[in-house]
């Protein structure tokens, strides 16, 4: 079992910046291949970054590319999200997601465990 936990969402204006967290507790971080998700109210479930187990390959919806950034640090057992230039289309509950194959990427499907997910709002 893994135990997510979101941090880190809020208001903030358009052009803005947040910077999203996911500490997760249980088993073993390292051995998870973790991704980022989004939810709008009346839309599906969104892919929007992934990360390999070591951090070192990232994955981005073409969306949020060049804007956010994804990494993990295994010591701490924590993924980030860094989202810059945040725009009003970023609003959603953000949920961070961890699998136990090592290329998850953007298949919701494909993750075993989920967090309960961090609101962020982006005001225009």
């Known amino acids: 079992q893994v135990q997510l936990v979101e941090s880190g969402g809020g208001l903030v204006q358009a052009g803005g910046s947040l910077r999203l967290s996911c500490a997760a507790s249980?088993?073993?971080?390292?051995?998870?291949?973790m991704g980022w998700f989004r939810q709008a109210p009346g839309k599906e479930r969104e892919f929007v970054a992934a990360v390999t187990r070591s951090g070192v390959t990232t994955y981005y919806a073409d969306s949020v590319r060049g804007r956010f950034t994804i990494s993990r640090d295994n010591i701490k057992n924590t993924m980030y999200l860094q989202m810059n230039s945040l725009k009003p289309e970023d609003t959603a509950v953000y949920l961070c997601?961890?699998?136990?194959?090592?290329?998850?990427?953007?298949?919701?499907?494909?993750?075993?465990?989920w967090g309960q997910g961090t609101q962020v709002t982006v005001s225009s």
């Open positions: 997601a961890a699998s136990g194959r090592a290329y998850a990427i953007g298949d919701p499907v494909l993750y075993d465990y």
């Open positions: 249980g088993r073993t971080f390292s051995s998870y291949s």
